[in-house]
């Protein structure tokens, strides 16, 4: 029937923080627990109960399922299809992706303020068998477009630290060497490289 012939997907478009950190309910932090969400997909040919650990974003959804209908990816998308690696059980697909949040400068929720102008940041999430890491910068005005001038910067290594709890960026830059220092140097490489990319090609995977 066309059941058999259907992809059915449940996810969200982002997580939720229901104490973490002593905030209030919302949504406007790169932590892990309002940038990880769900994703389960069941259709023809998907692996029965398998979990795949791969990186995806929100982004890569659309692509996605335009490959699974037979089309072409218009070359004008951001995110790239993850159809191949779905379909084929496979676990290599990127291993970065980027996050950002403008924000609504003086936003109170239940007597709390929940955002202000310099909780704009951008952001990438490194996931792959040997590395977890999340790097984020904050401006201090939501208009701030040139991404050179941050405030502040949080990097965290969720394989050692799954809580966020240790922010290791001003450790990393005061070392000209070592694993921690290159880390935060590729992070930031990558994420200035690809902040305002378009496209197929200038977003790479």
């Keep these: 029937g066309q059941l058999e012939t259907t992809y059915v997907i449940w996810t969200s478009d982002h997580g939720y923080q229901l104490g973490q950190f002593r905030l209030p309910v919302e949504k406007e932090q790169p932590y892990e627990h309002t940038i990880r969400v769900p994703f389960f997909i069941r259709g023809p040919c998907v692996p029965e109960g398998a979990s795949l650990p791969f990186v995806a974003s929100m982004v890569d959804v659309l692509p996605t399922l335009i490959e ?16 191949r690696t779905l379909l084929s059980g496979g676990s290599s697909f990127r291993e970065k992706h980027l996050v950002e949040y403008w924000s609504v400068p003086r936003n109170p929720y239940y007597n709390h303020l929940i955002d202000i102008e310099n909780n704009t940041f951008i952001g990438v999430r490194l996931l792959n068998a040997t590395h977890s890491y999340l790097y984020a910068e904050y401006y201090a005005h939501r208009h701030e477009q040139s991404f050179m001038h941050p405030i ?21 830059e005061a070392h000209s060497v070592g694993l921690l220092h290159s880390v935060l140097s590729e992070l930031r490489r990558h994420l200035h490289s690809q902040v305002k990319c378009s496209g197929q090609d200038e977003c790479v995977l």
């Design 152 to 172: 502040e910067c949080e990097l965290f290594d969720l394989k050692h630290d799954p809580w966020q709890l240790w922010n290791l960026c001003g450790l990393a």
């Design 68 to 83: 699974l209908a037979g089309a072409a990816v218009p070359a004008s998308m951001d995110g790239h299809s993850f159809a």
